[in-house]
């Protein structure tokens, strides 16, 4: 068994907390949580034939007030990069993050949630948007907390691209 330390990061009330408590405890609450500095959970799963053990940091989110403290960042095998699906300007905000993360700690691991995929009337993302993403080598995935939507599914798949190290590191976005 081997453990892999994962970071939550995007903009703020997005649903990184909501996400980690879907994912690790099967849960969710309507309550909003703002994160203060880091949350630590953690969950082991089966990736191929590796036990993996993933510790999930919790990040708080960035926005104009407090940027993402990307000291929590060092160590990190990936990182789950989250969005929200109904509020187009927190992908564009995303990018930004990502582009942070990159130039602190080089290309990493990382899959992209497009959150609140419940909210299909008021989703703003383009599916050609998404479908350029993933032409690009991102892993990109609708999810959802409330319904558990693709949240397995994601971590699955980060989990995958951490063991598989370099060649699972996707290029930079441009911003939309």
């Given at each position: ?59 708080a989110g960035d926005d ?15 990182y789950l990069l989250v ?94």
């Amino acid at each position: 068994m081997i453990q892999k330390k994962i970071c939550m990061v995007g903009p703020v009330s997005v649903g990184k907390t909501s996400l980690v408590a879907r994912y690790v405890h099967s849960l969710f609450s309507d309550k909003y949580l703002s994160t203060v500095g880091v949350k630590i959970d953690k969950k082991t799963v089966q990736v191929g034939d590796t036990l993996v053990v993933l510790l999930v940091w919790d990040l708080a989110g960035d926005d104009d007030f407090q940027r993402l403290n990307l000291s929590y960042l060092r160590g990190a095998s990936g990182y789950l990069l989250v969005a929200d699906g109904s509020r187009y300007s927190t992908l564009v905000d995303a990018f930004e993050i990502q582009g942070r993360i990159n130039a602190l700690v080089g290309p990493t691991p990382f899959v992209l949630a497009l959150n609140k995929a419940d909210l299909v009337t008021e989703w703003e993302i383009p599916d050609p948007q998404i479908a350029d993403l993933t032409s690009r080598g991102w892993g990109v995935f609708r999810t959802s907390a409330k319904d558990g939507v693709g949240v397995d599914a994601a971590f699955r798949e980060l989990a995958r691209r951490v063991l598989d190290g370099p060649a699972a590191k996707p290029g930079r976005a441009t911003t939309p």
